[in-house]
């Protein structure tokens, strides 16, 4: 089953409304998490590191007033697009790891699709 | 120089072709390698874990050459069904760092 779960899987919203994706580590606890975000035939796109009891770190370009993260526990880290545009719909996707197995492969959310009207 | 390369493709190859991809990485101290597979519009699943001993999992064989910084993928009897798009990730020596390449498309053709 899955590890890591996203919701919600697609969102289709008004110009100007607010959208938040939880991602949850179901069987570990995740200090640090991923998000991404993926235009079509493009790749992904890393957009900050989410860190459990601190700020995230947000890549360079990346609003961080636009794009709030909230990592409140060990298992669950928050994306929320505030103020949405039509140029915000992409595919989001977050990621966590494994403290216990850092050199082991990357558990990934099914991905939010996000359609800004 | 970025810390991964990929051709990014696209690869169109028929069905029944053999096809190899390539992921170039920068860090020598690299520390684990994989191969993801992302269908559209859904989220990359792992494909092969790359060892320096090479390994293979059916159709599918995963190298890593350490002296020239790269590994591969070699798909053999190419299906329909392996139409997707492959990403390269590299682990760095600290475990605290990733680095996805681009991603290579690959359409198998009738």
């Known amino acids: 089953g899955a590890v890591v779960s996203q919701h919600p899987s697609r969102v289709i919203c008004k110009s100007g409304t607010s959208v938040k994706i939880e991602c949850r580590s179901l069987d570990f606890q995740a200090t640090t998490m991923f998000w991404y975000r993926q235009f079509p035939k493009q790749s992904l796109m890393l957009m900050a590191t989410?860190?459990?009891?601190?700020?995230?770190?947000?890549e360079q370009g990346v609003e961080k007033d636009k794009f709030l993260i909230n990592h409140a526990s060990l298992t669950l880290s928050t994306l929320t697009v505030t103020s949405a545009h039509p140029e915000d719909s992409s595919f989001y996707i977050c990621s966590a790891r494994d403290p216990g197995r850092l050199y082991e492969k990357l558990f990934f959310g099914s991905g939010t699709q996000l359609s800004v009207l | 120089r970025k810390e991964v390369e990929q051709d990014p493709g696209p690869f169109n190859v028929p069905e029944g072709a053999t096809v190899a991809f390539n992921c170039t990485y920068s860090n020598s101290a690299s520390q684990s390698f994989f191969w993801y597979r992302q269908d559209c519009r859904k989220e990359p699943k792992l494909l092969m874990s790359v060892y320096s001993s090479g390994n293979e999992d059916g159709r599918f064989t995963a190298q890593l050459n350490r002296a020239s910084q790269y590994i591969s993928l070699l798909i053999r009897d190419s299906k329909l069904s392996d139409s997707a798009t492959y990403l390269c990730v590299v682990i760095s020596s600290t475990g605290n760092q990733f680095y996805f390449g681009t991603g290579t498309s690959l359409t198998v053709i009738p």
């Open positions: 989410s860190n459990e009891g601190s700020k995230a770190t947000y």
